[in-house]
């Protein structure tokens, strides 16, 4: 029999701010026991995906111990790029020309799905994001991504100076326009993946954390807090973080370098709202203050990230006066001709960066059930794993071949993954390890500043 104990997930007990949202249902909390096909802790962007695509064909049960949208998947910026979510070159250089085709193709497919299924076009924005050269130098690297987004037949075409300038944006050599992008109000989205379990007869509680699971035979036992249980077939963990310290996901968490990331949203402005409206542009990346990045919302409203640091903290709201949004502010202004309009929201929280920015996933049989524990980075890579992890599920025999090679935890790593993995211990709070990752994310820095 094997048996583990799950920590309580680092969430807070409300989500951000901008995505405060009315509840169409209180929360349910499981208060019986129960026995259904799959358990999936954690109610996150991955969680919810999972379920949602098994859904359709089993009966499936969410265990969340905070609510809806109060971990990191709803205190994002919203924004489901495909460029940069993977770095394309790099996964043909591990993997292969067939697999980084494949990765781009069933990225885009899956946020195109999402978005035709997504019942609120308000909360869903279509358009192009770009990525812009602050030195000329940078223009050579930005053409080398164009050349990579034509090879996978994703659409991309560079700006001028001059065309830029008309965007309203200003001290930048070029820009990379990228075409087919989409951005979403989180929380929405993480409710409506919600909506559509329960449509299905599955089951999503909140505030219902598990104490601990075991495994006997041909089912799993998820103990909850209240003194009930869940018997199951498989287990799925998808609790982030703090969640990946169990004993099984060791491993995956070993591979990811955990961000503290500092977010403000100004108070809507009719000038910005036109920008967006006529250029048809969602957001904009910085090629030298990475990862400095605007979302342009519809109603005019600008949600500007960045000054991030190595860390893992539970989301936090912040005061405007604060100097890292202070400096965000700056530089936001600094880059656009418009007056940018004041703050109205601001909030710093925690997001994990897989070292070679790939998901982490490990499958394991265990008789006639499967342990799944999934971490990744994004929203796009969630809904990606969702219908990879739920097609594993339904077919143990054949899971996806991704799954077992290029997204496994134990597919063949880079230098930087590699040296976090020898380290002893999983949890990112000892001393030594928070060194070793402090040293990891000044390493991804100057990499990508030396470009």
């Not at 193709?105 to 035709?116: E, G, H, P």
């Not at 329960?198 to 799993?220: A, C, I, K, M, Y």
């Not at 860390?311 to 418009?338: C, F, R, T």
């Not at 929201?345 to 960066?353: D, P």
């Amino acid at each position: 029999m094997d048996s583990t104990s799950i920590p309580a997930v680092l969430a807070s007990t409300s989500s951000a701010p901008l995505w405060q949202t009315e509840r169409s249902t209180p929360p349910r909390r499981a208060s019986s026991d129960m026995t259904c096909d799959t358990v999936v802790v954690g109610a996150g962007i991955t969680g919810l995906a999972i379920a949602e695509n098994l859904s359709r064909s089993r009966s499936v049960v969410v265990l969340d111990a905070g609510q809806i949208g109060s971990g990191s998947s709803g205190w994002n910026a919203g924004i489901l790029s495909v460029d940069t979510t993977v770095d394309l070159r790099a996964v043909e250089d591990q993997f292969g020309e067939e697999q980084a085709d494949w990765l781009a193709t069933s990225l885009s497919d899956v946020l195109n799905s999402t978005r035709q299924e997504f019942a609120n076009d308000r909360l869903w924005q279509n358009g192009r994001t770009l990525y812009v050269a602050t030195r000329k130098s940078h223009l050579a690297y930005l053409l080398e991504e164009l050349e990579s987004r034509q090879k996978y037949k994703m659409p991309a075409s560079m700006l001028s100076e001059q065309e830029i300038i008309r965007t309203k944006l200003q001290g930048f050599a070029g820009a990379l326009a990228l075409g087919n992008e989409h951005a979403v109000h989180p929380v929405a989205l993480l409710q409506h993946l919600c909506r559509s379990i329960e449509s299905r007869s599955g089951l999503v509680f909140e505030n219902t954390p598990v104490h601990n699971w075991t495994h006997q035979g041909d089912h799993f036992t998820v103990s909850c807090g209240a003194g009930f249980s869940l018997k199951a077939k498989n287990l799925v963990l998808a609790t982030g973080l703090k969640g990946s310290e169990t004993s099984q996901s060791a491993n995956i968490n070993r591979g990811l370098i955990p961000v503290v990331g500092n977010v403000f949203v100004t108070q809507a402005g009719e000038d910005f709202a036109a920008m967006a409206r006529e250029s048809g542009t969602l957001a904009m990346w910085d090629s030298l203050q990475l990862y400095h990045y605007v979302r342009y919302l519809p109603d005019g409203r600008l949600l500007v990230g960045g000054e991030e640091t190595p860390g893992a903290i539970a989301g936090k709201v912040l005061d405007a006066s604060n100097p890292q949004i202070e400096k965000l502010y700056q530089w936001a202004q600094k880059h656009h001709s418009i007056k940018l309009p004041p703050i109205e929201f601001c909030w710093r929280a925690s997001l994990v960066i897989p070292a070679d920015g790939l998901p982490l996933v490990n499958l394991q049989r265990l008789g006639k059930s499967t342990l799944v524990s999934a971490v990744t980075d994004g929203l796009p890579f969630g809904l990606l794993l969702g219908r990879l992890i739920a097609q594993s599920l339904q077919t143990p025999e054949s899971p996806p071949v991704q799954l077992t090679g290029m997204l496994s935890g134990s597919r063949r790593r880079t230098a930087a993954t590699r040296l976090l993995q020898m380290l002893p211990g999983a949890s990112n709070s000892s001393p030594a390890r928070a060194l070793a990752l402090r040293a990891a994310f000044t390493a991804l820095r100057l990499r990508d500043l030396v470009f």
